[in-house]
C-alpha cells in the first residue's frame, strides 16, 4: 500500500485559472497540470465544454468528455453539459429508466434549455465532484483539481452560479450542493483561482477589476497572477537608447528595417509599461515570455513550465520579480 | 481620402464583428464606427463586453448600459471631422432586462410582480445566458427605433458568440415550446406543475423535485407563469432580431489574429456562421506584419547603412555601438517578415476556406489610444492583396 506513505499534496487542491479571452487560460491550466503531476500530485485537468487545446499542447490526442490518463499523474477531461446532466441525473435517480423518462419528455427538454445558466451550472458541479470524487478505498481520487474557467465577464458570472443557486433555492439537494459548492470556491485552504493577463494596456484595467470583483464582492482567494507573452525586446538596453535616438531613417532600406524594429521596439516597451502596473496589483507573480512559435507545442509548453516552476519555488529568484523582466536581448 | 473599406461602411446598417477572445474585435467594432462617423453616418456601437474595453479610446471614461455620445470635439481633438454621430454603448444586463420587462409587460403591476420575483434576479443579473436574451431586445430597438444609420455590434468570444446569435432563433423556438404555451394557456400559479402532475407525468415531477431536492421546480414554474404574460411581445421582438441578423444590409465580419489557432477557430466559426444563414462579409486578419522588401547584407551595403544611420543622428555614437544597432535592425527586419509569411500563409487558409479574400489590418507600433487610432484602424483595413512584397531593391 505505497499510498499510505503519500505526502499530503501542499495547497490548493482546486484551482481555476481565469482571465480575459484570448490571454492563455488553456495553456497556464496546461502548465499548472504538468506542474503538478511532475510534483507527484494525482492531477486531473478540466476543460469546459471547449475545443480542447490543452492535450493538443501537451502532445496528445484530445480526450473528449471522458476522463482520460495522458501521463503519469495526470489526466484530462473536456466536460461536456449533456453529459454532466445526465451523470447527475443518474446520481440522483440511480435508474437510467426513470432518467429517461425525465429528460426524455419535452417538457423538461424545453424546461431545462429556457433555463440560462444550466450548462455552466452543471460543468461547475461536475468539476465540483471531480474534487470530492473518492477511489474505491475511500480516500480522494485527486489530489488536484484544476479547471480551465470561462473567459472574465463570463467568468464573473460563472464564478458567482453557486452562491446564486444556493440563495435562490431555499432548500433541498440543490441548495445543500451549491452551498458546498460556494463553501469550497470560498475556502482559501483549498481553493485557489489564478488570474492570466496579458501586458497590455485595457487588460490591466480588466485585471484590476476582476482582482476586485474576485477577492472583494465574492470573497474568492487567489492565487497568482501570471502576465502571459511578454513580447522580447530587440535590443539590449545601451543598443535599444541608441536607437531610440535615430531619426526615421531617409534611406529607404533603412527606414524599412527601422519600422520593423520600430514596430517590434514600441511593443515590448509598451508590455514593459502594463507589466509594471500589474505587478503593482499586490499579487505574486509569473512572467511568461512570447514564445517565437506561432502554434504552442509540447516543446514550448515544457520550456514555459520550467520558467513557471523557477518562480513558484518558494526561495526562487522571486526577490527581484519587482524589477526583473524575462526579456531577452537579442544582442 | 476615401479607404477601401468606406464603401461597407456606406451601405451597412448592422455590421456585427465576431471572433475568438483577445483578437482585437472590439478595437475593430469601434474604429468602424469612428470611421462611420467621419463618413457622415449616424452610428452606434454596442459591445457586450463587460470589460469596458471601448471607453478608454472613445474618451467616454466608462461605457455603461446607456447609449452615450462620443463628444464631436473629441474628433476635432484627433484631427478628424465627424459629419455624423458616434454612439456607443456596453448591454448592461440589468438595466435592458429590467426595460425589456417593463415595456412588454401587458400592464405596470405585472411588470412589477415580476421584477421582484427571486428568479427574475437569477434570470436577469446573474447567469451566463440572460445576457443574451436581453441583448436581443436592445439591439432591435437600436436599429428599428434609434434612428441609427448603421449598428455595429461587438459580440462576445467565438464559443459564446454562437449562443449569442442563436439567442433569438432558441428565444423564438423556446417560447414557441410546448412547455412554455402552456404556461400561457393557463396562466395559474400551479399550470406547469399541473400539467407535469397529470396522467403519467406525476412520476416526472416527483422526480424532478428529488433531483433538486426541493421546491425548485414549481417555483421556478411560478415564475415562468408570470413571464409568460410578457411572451407574446417577446416573441415578435425575438422575431425581428431573428429576420434582422439575415438582413440584405447585414454583414458579418470575423476578425481573427495570425496564430493558428486563431485562423482554425475562425474557419470553424466560419461554417457555423454560414450553416445559420448570416450573411458573411468578411474575414479581417488582425495585426497583420506587412511584408517589407529584405535588405542585401554585405560590406558595401553596410558602409551606405552606417552612413545612413550617421546621417539620421547616431555620429556621435562609437562605430561597434552602431554595428550593434545595424545589426538589431537586420534582425528586426528578418524577424518581421518571417512573421510576415507565416501571416500570409495564415490568409491563404483563410481565402481558401471562405471563398474569399481577407481584409487585413497591419501591427501598428503602438497602441489604440484615441479616436485618430481609431480612425486609423479603419483607413488601414484593405484587402490582403495590398500586403504583397515590393519589389527588392536594386
Given at each position: 500500500m505505497p499510498d499510505l506513505d503519500r505526502q499530503p499534496v501542499p495547497a490548493p487542491r482546486f484551482v481555476l485559472v481565469t482571465g480575459?479571452?484570448?490571454?492563455g487560460k488553456s495553456t497556464v491550466a496546461a502548465i499548472l497540470g504538468l506542474l503538478s503531476a511532475r510534483s507527484g500530485a494525482r492531477t486531473l485537468v478540466c476543460e469546459l465544454d471547449s475545443h480542447e487545446r490543452i492535450a493538443p499542447m501537451l502532445g496528445h490526442e484530445p480526450v473528449g468528455g471522458r476522463v482520460t490518463r495522458v501521463e503519469e499523474n495526470l489526466s484530462l477531461v473536456n466536460i461536456q453539459p449533456g453529459e454532466a446532466l445526465e451523470e447527475y441525473g443518474l446520481m440522483k435517480l440511480r435508474f437510467r429508466t426513470l432518467y429517461r423518462l425525465i429528460f426524455d419528455n419535452p417538457l423538461v427538454a424545453s424546461l431545462v434549455r429556457f433555463v440560462p445558466g444550466m450548462n455552466d451550472l452543471l460543468m461547475l458541479g461536475k468539476a465540483f465532484n471531480h474534487e470530492r470524487e473518492a477511489d474505491d478505498a475511500g480516500r480522494p481520487r485527486w489530489d488536484r483539481v484544476i479547471i480551465d474557467a470561462p473567459a472574465t465577464g463570463h467568468g464573473i458570472t460563472f464564478f458567482r452560479l453557486p452562491r446564486i443557486i444556493r440563495d435562490a433555492v431555499p432548500a433541498g439537494n440543490m441548495h445543500r450542493e451549491a452551498a458546498d459548492m460556494w463553501a469550497l470556491l470560498t475556502d482559501p485552504r483549498r481553493t485557489a483561482v489564478h488570474l492570466v493577463a496579458l501586458p497590455e494596456e485595457l487588460p490591466v484595467q480588466e485585471t484590476r477589476e476582476l482582482k476586485a470583483r474576485l477577492a472583494g464582492e465574492l470573497g474568492i482567494p487567489l492565487g497568482h497572477l501570471v502576465i502571459n507573452m511578454i513580447p522580447s525586446a530587440p535590443f539590449a538596453p545601451e543598443a535599444a537608447a541608441d536607437f531610440a535616438r535615430l531619426d526615421e531613417p531617409r534611406d529607404p532600406r533603412l527606414h524599412r528595417m527601422w519600422t520593423a524594429t520600430r514596430i517590434r521596439a514600441g511593443r515590448a516597451s509598451a508590455a514593459e509599461k502594463h507589466a509594471v502596473a500589474l505587478r503593482e496589483l499586490g499579487l505574486p507573480i509569473v512572467e511568461l515570455p512570447q514564445r517565437p512559435e506561432r502554434t504552442l507545442d509540447r516543446a514550448g509548453i515544457d520550456a514555459l513550465a520550467a520558467l513557471y516552476a523557477e518562480q513558484l519555488a518558494?526561495?526562487?529568484?522571486?526577490?527581484d520579480a519587482g524589477q526583473s523582466t524575462p526579456l531577452e536581448g537579442e544582442l | 481620402m476615401s479607404a477601401p473599406f468606406d464603401e461597407e461602411l456606406r451601405r451597412a446598417r448592422l455590421l456585427v464583428t465576431a471572433g475568438?477572445?483577445?483578437?482585437?474585435k472590439t478595437t475593430t467594432a469601434a474604429a468602424m464606427a469612428v470611421r462611420a462617423a467621419t463618413l457622415g453616418r449616424r452610428a452606434a456601437v454596442l459591445t457586450i463586453d463587460p470589460a469596458r474595453r471601448l471607453a478608454d479610446a472613445l474618451g467616454l471614461g466608462e461605457l455603461t448600459g446607456e447609449l452615450r455620445r462620443v463628444e464631436p470635439r473629441h474628433f476635432t481633438e484627433t484631427g478628424l471631422t465627424a459629419d455624423g454621430e458616434l454612439w456607443a454603448m456596453m448591454l448592461d444586463v440589468k438595466t435592458t432586462g429590467d426595460q425589456m420587462v417593463r415595456r412588454f409587460a401587458p400592464d405596470a403591476r405585472t411588470a412589477q410582480t415580476i421584477l421582484d420575483n427571486a428568479y427574475y434576479q437569477y434570470f436577469s443579473t446573474s447567469l451566463a445566458g440572460a445576457q443574451e436574451y436581453v441583448a436581443i431586445e436592445q439591439v432591435r430597438a437600436l436599429i428599428d427605433e434609434g434612428g441609427f444609420d448603421l449598428v455595429i455590434l461587438d459580440t462576445p468570444p467565438a464559443a459564446h458568440a454562437i449562443d449569442f446569435l442563436d439567442a433569438p432563433d432558441r428565444l423564438v423556438s423556446g417560447l414557441g415550446s410546448r412547455a412554455v404555451q402552456m404556461l400561457r394557456t393557463d396562466g395559474d400559479d400551479a399550470g406547469f406543475g399541473a400539467r407535469l402532475t397529470r396522467g403519467g407525468r406525476g412520476l416526472i415531477l416527483r422526480g424532478l423535485n428529488k433531483l433538486t431536492g426541493g421546491p425548485f421546480i414549481e417555483e421556478l414554474t411560478r415564475f415562468l407563469a408570470v413571464f409568460g404574460s410578457i411572451i407574446d411581445a417577446l416573441q415578435a421582438s425575438g422575431e425581428a432580431v431573428k429576420a434582422r441578423l439575415r438582413a440584405d444590409d447585414t454583414r458579418f465580419f470575423l476578425v481573427t489574429s495570425p496564430t493558428r489557432s486563431n485562423v482554425d477557430e475562425a474557419v470553424r466559426f466560419r461554417g457555423q456562421l454560414t450553416e445559420r444563414g448570416f450573411p458573411l462579409g468578411g474575414v479581417i486578419l488582425n495585426r497583420a506584419h506587412v511584408p517589407l522588401a529584405a535588405v542585401h547584407d554585405g560590406p558595401d551595403s553596410r558602409a551606405e547603412l552606417d552612413a545612413a544611420l550617421i546621417d539620421g543622428g547616431l555620429a556621435d555614437v562609437p562605430a561597434d555601438r552602431r554595428a550593434r544597432v545595424l545589426d538589431g535592425l537586420f534582425a528586426g527586419l528578418d524577424r518581421h517578415n518571417a512573421l510576415a509569411d507565416s501571416d500570409i500563409l495564415a490568409s491563404d487558409l483563410l481565402k481558401r476556406a471562405t471563398g474569399r479574400r481577407p481584409w487585413r489590418i497591419p501591427l501598428f507600433a503602438h497602441e489604440i489610444r484615441d479616436l485618430g487610432d481609431l480612425d486609423r484602424v479603419a483607413r488601414e483595413l484593405r484587402p490582403v492583396e495590398g500586403m504583397s512584397s515590393a519589389p527588392d531593391d536594386v
Open positions: 480575459k479571452g484570448g490571454v518558494p526561495d526562487g529568484p522571486r526577490e | 475568438s477572445g483577445g483578437v482585437g
